[in-house]
Structures are given as structure tokens and as C-alpha cells.
């Protein structure tokens, strides 16, 4: 390992030492919870959306969030070890075969939707089945 790659590994430890990060990607629908700064107020506030994008290049790590507001479809990027990021939630999984969504900005309404991952819980294997009549 280099020492700019060790310098960043550092950095990144530094930077997210008390955030647990989830793991997803891009067609998920997450929710960032973004502090802003209001004069000498601070106070959180979600955005929730669909990630289309996401780039892993260590410090640079980024993604992009669309979500449509008032009928108009808003992007955000935020840098995924940003210090204004409080925390990041899943809210559901997606399905897609794509690394990026772009070609969402140009659907809309039932067009822009993704299926929806669900995940089961594994079957207790010692449960005794159900007798058949």
C-alpha cells in the first residue's frame, strides 16, 4: 500500500468513526438524513429518494439521489463521507441490472417505478410441517 492510499484509508476511518454507513446501491430507495445550518440553528432534514448513481472512489465516494418534488424531478449528490450527512437509511431495495439509472429522468409517473426486493426470512427447519387433508 502506497502512502496516498494509506493517507485515505486514515482519512476515511477518521471521518466516519462514529457512522455506520449501509450497504446499498444504485435503485434503492434511501433516505439521507442532511444537517443544515440555519444561521447559528442546526437542525436534520431527510431526503428520500431513489439512488440512480454510485461512485466508490475511496474519499470520493459519492452518490446521487432523484426524488420528484411537486412534480418535478430533483437530483442531490452528496459525498458519502461528507460530515453533513447525520446518517443514511434503506428504506426499500430495488431491482435493477444497472450500475446507473440514468434514463429515470426521462420517465415518469408508473414508468419510473423499480420492483421491489423482498427478502424473506429462512424457515425454521425443526417447525413441524402442516398436515395435509
Not at 430507495?29 to 436534520?44: A, L, M, Q, Y
Not at 444497472?98 to 417505478?113: E, I, P
Amino acid at each position: 500500500m502506497n502512502l496516498v492510499e494509506e493517507f485515505e484509508q486514515n482519512t476515511i476511518k477518521a471521518l466516519s468513526e462514529n457512522k455506520e454507513f449501509p450497504d446499498f446501491k444504485a435503485g434503492d430507495t434511501v433516505r439521507v438524513h442532511v444537517k443544515i445550518k440555519e444561521g447559528s440553528t442546526e437542525r436534520i432534514q431527510a431526503y428520500e429518494g431513489v439512488c440512480i448513481a454510485r461512485s466508490n472512489k475511496s474519499i470520493g465516494a459519492n452518490f446521487t439521489v432523484r426524488k420528484i418534488s411537486h412534480g418535478t424531478g430533483v437530483e442531490r449528490q452528496f459525498s458519502l463521507y461528507s460530515p453533513l450527512i447525520a446518517k443514511i437509511d434503506v428504506v426499500k431495495r430495488g431491482i435493477v441490472r444497472r450500475a446507473k439509472l440514468y434514463y429515470m429522468r426521462d420517465l415518469s409517473g408508473k414508468a419510473a417505478r423499480i420492483k421491489e426486493k423482498l427478502e424473506f426470512e429462512p424457515r425454521d427447519k425443526s417447525a413441524p410441517k402442516a398436515a395435509k387433508a
